[in-house]
T-cell receptor, first 115, second 113 residues
Framework: EAGVAQSPRYKIIEKRQSVAFWCNPISGHATLYWYQQILGQGPKLLIQFQNNGVVDDSQLPKDRFSAERLKGVDSTLKIQPAKLEDSAVYLC?????????????FGPGTRLTVL | AQSVTQLDSHVSVSEGTPVLLRCNYSSSYSPSLFWYVQHPNKGLQLLLKYTSAATLVKGINGFEAEFKKSETSFHLTKPSAHMSDAAEYFCVVTWGGYSTLTFGKGTMLLVSP
């Protein structure tokens, strides 16, 4: 079974530029998550999708971050414009069902450096 | 609000000695608890999970954890460390439904020969 795919693996940009990350979940997984992991901290949920609907985006900085999952499969996370504090690893995860709390499978992440 | 505390940011052991990584959670309701491991430049991998079944949970690679409600703890143990166990370990809590996963800050396990 193929795992969660993410691209790119690494990205370096200057502040105020924009950047986009792509995630393809495990086939058949209805729930998709984007996390931000700052160095030295645990991952923090940015947004959760159930199929193509948003379940939770309470911690997404909506003035600069956006995410979509138009066909209920793959997803894109965008930052525009980027700030220095956005330097982090962005993790995508997917799970089969939300009830009961199902195992989340994580991709390798995208390491973003903002200069 | 739910929270999880990993009591040690770093743990150092020698190969072949026991491993103990400590985790405490705050609880208003019955939680589900997970341990994940993250090797350098790799994705997070599930070690084990507790979801209100047996309180002693066995995971992959010889790890296990015991849910102790009276102590609000979910410590991770392994009888004998291996060099390949060197990684960062995260304790994670959720209360199910549409509540989100809350990650601890992580414990870096260092294994010396």
């Amino acid at each position: 079974e193929a795992g969660v795919a993410q691209s790119p693996r690494y990205k370096i940009i200057e502040k105020r530029q924009s950047v986009a990350f792509w995630c393809n979940p495990i086939s058949g997984h209805a729930t998709l998550y984007w996390y931000q992991q700052i160095l030295g901290q645990g991952p923090k949920l940015l947004i959760q999708f159930q199929n193509n609907g948003v379940v939770d985006d309470s911690q997404l900085p909506k003035d600069r971050f956006s995410a979509e999952r138009l066909k209920g499969v793959d997803s894109t996370l965008k930052i525009q414009p980027a700030k220095l504090e956005d330097s982090a690893v962005y993790l995508c995860a997917s799970s089969n069902d939300r009830f009961p709390p199902d195992t989340q499978y994580f991709g390798p992440g995208t390491r973003l450096t903002v200069l | 609000a739910q929270s999880v505390t990993q009591l040690d940011s770093h743990v150092s052991v020698s190969e072949g000695t026991p491993v103990l990584l400590r985790c405490n959670y705050s609880s208003s309701y019955s939680p589900s608890l997970f341990w994940y491991v993250q090797h350098p430049n790799k994705g997070l991998q599930l070690l084990l999970k507790y979801t209100s079944a047996a309180t002693l949970v066995k995971g992959i690679n010889g790890f296990e954890a015991e849910f102790k409600k009276s102590e609000t703890s979910f410590h991770l143990t392994k009888p004998s460390a291996h060099m390949s166990d060197a990684a960062e370990y995260f304790c994670v809590v959720t209360w199910g439904g549409y509540s989100t996963l809350t990650f601890g800050k992580g414990t870096m396990l260092l294994v010396s020969p």
